[in-house]
């Protein structure tokens, strides 16, 4: 039987989550506009200078080796925010951070975030949970790839950005995925046209839809429930 979509994401959910006072004080402060695929949103190591609430799209947190290769440490959606460090307790950004789902964000400037933070204890409250969840997040992904098949990854990643997105259908290129599981492109098309031809996705040139995702939970591992888990709480 094949099973429904998740909820499609309906504005950032810290701030839907929002006393009205704190949401109005945030929204007539914030700066909101769109994000496109590839947009570099915070270079790895910069001083934090915005909290960025995404309201939809995706956004990779990406660790860039020495010699070039990337790999992905995390990714958020409409269920969080961008800049940890506001209530981590740091001043410089974990990761580069770049979309990969286009998208909307909101900008709210580093003075005005930490002027909401003391004044709302709820925006507090909701962007350390998120950021506690985000971080149990990165454990898991760490754990996975070192324990999973390259399949069961994908799947899970897959299963991700759908949970994170309005609808099935969303453009990502093959060649993205790669980079961000640090795998062959070769592996995620041998992965892409398996998962197609048991009738979990279909893919045609950047346009990838969830056909069944039912399926596609099957072939992913036990860290894509135990991060979902994480996230949500």
Not at 38 to 57: N, P, R
Not at 71 to 76: N, Q, T
Not at 178 to 193: D, F, G, H, K, Q
């Amino acid at each position: 039987m094949k099973e429904l979509s998740p909820p499609a994401p309906a504005g950032n959910r810290i701030l839907a989550g929002l006393p009205d006072e704190a949401r109005g004080y945030i929204e007539e402060r914030a700066e909101t506009r769109p994000i496109a695929a590839g947009d570099i949103l915070f270079e790895e190591g910069a001083s934090i200078t915005h909290a960025i609430f995404l309201h939809d799209g995706i956004v990779s947190l990406i660790a860039r080796m020495e010699n070039g290769r990337t790999v992905e440490k995390s990714l958020i959606g409409s269920e969080g925010f961008l800049g940890f460090g506001l209530v981590m307790g740091g001043d410089t950004v974990f990761g580069q951070a770049v979309v990969q789902v286009a998208g909307h964000a909101s900008w709210l400037a580093v003075a005005d975030a930490r002027s909401a933070l003391r004044r709302y204890e709820s925006l507090h409250a909701a962007m350390l949970r998120f950021a506690k969840g985000h971080m149990a997040q990165l454990m898991e992904s760490l754990a996975c790839a070192s324990t999973h098949t390259a399949r069961q990854r994908v799947a899970r990643w897959l299963l991700q950005v759908h949970d994170r997105v309005a609808g099935d259908r969303f453009h990502i290129t093959q060649e993205a995925v790669a980079s961000l599981l640090a795998l062959r492109r070769a592996t995620v098309n041998e992965i892409c046209t398996e998962l197609a031809n048991a009738g979990a996705i279909s893919y045609h040139r950047g346009v990838l839809d969830i056909i069944d995702r039912g399926r596609l939970r099957d072939n992913a591992c036990e860290c894509y429930d135990r991060i979902r888990i994480a996230t949500s709480a």
